[in-house]
């Protein structure tokens, strides 16, 4: 979604003239408290879907793949995801304070739904253990595995993705099919989690465009 904001095209002037409108300052800020906010609650969430009961589901295909740890190439990918993307969108205010606001909503989207289906972990999960979130998000005594429908990890690169363009993206959606595949190979969930996760993602990206447009008035 086109952002109809007039600016000047170099990235010098362009956070200048996006920090002179107050519609702007006050949707990042809010943005970023929300984010805020998601993040101190949601080590009380999870702790509260881990300790319920759940209904494990079929899954047929997940059954013919053969069990791995392939946490560190999951989240080598992820990482340098974020940083081609961070690369691209700092100089882009527009860019990021939409890619802030799909990220929240996208999070907000997976609350509401593990709050609606609790399920059980797939057979033959190895926890998959991520160094910075683990730390700082989940902070659990074990392993969270019924942080299931959807896969945050392949939406989230699927976001990064939708807030690039050229061939960067191109190599984003790659990642994004690739991060999709490990999380079932390590059977942290479902093929449904996997198959949802670009679904929402292209949703809460389009929604959050409504967020991050400003007319020329503004």
Excluded at 6 to 14: G, L, V
Aim: charged share 10%; aromatic share 14%.
């Amino acid at each position: 979604m086109p952002h109809p904001v007039s600016a000047p095209n170099t990235p010098s002037a362009i956070w200048p003239a996006a920090w002179r409108l107050p519609a702007f300052r006050y949707r990042l800020l809010l943005t970023l408290a929300l984010l805020i906010g998601l993040v101190a609650s949601l080590p009380h969430f999870f702790a509260w879907i881990q300790a319920r009961p759940g209904t494990p589901l079929p899954d047929p295909l997940l059954t013919l793949l053969p069990v791995h740890d392939v946490s560190w190439f999951i989240f080598i990918i992820i990482y340098l995801s974020v940083g081609a993307t961070l690369a691209y969108v700092l100089p882009r205010p527009y860019v990021l304070l939409r890619l802030l606001a799909a990220y929240w909503l996208m999070h907000m989207s997976r609350v509401i739904l593990l709050s609606l289906l609790p399920l059980e972990p797939p057979i033959g999960l190895l926890p998959l253990r991520d160094p910075i979130i683990d730390t700082f998000i989940y902070v659990a005594a074990g392993p969270i595995t019924k942080d299931l429908f959807f896969s945050g990890h392949t939406a989230t690169v699927m976001l990064l993705a939708l807030a690039t363009k050229g061939t960067r993206r191109w190599w984003l959606l790659a990642a994004t099919a690739a991060v999709g595949l490990l999380v079932l190979v390590q059977h942290v969930h479902y093929t449904y989690d996997v198959l949802a996760a670009p679904v929402f993602a292209l949703g809460c990206y389009w929604l959050a465009g409504f967020w991050a447009r400003f007319e020329k008035s503004a």
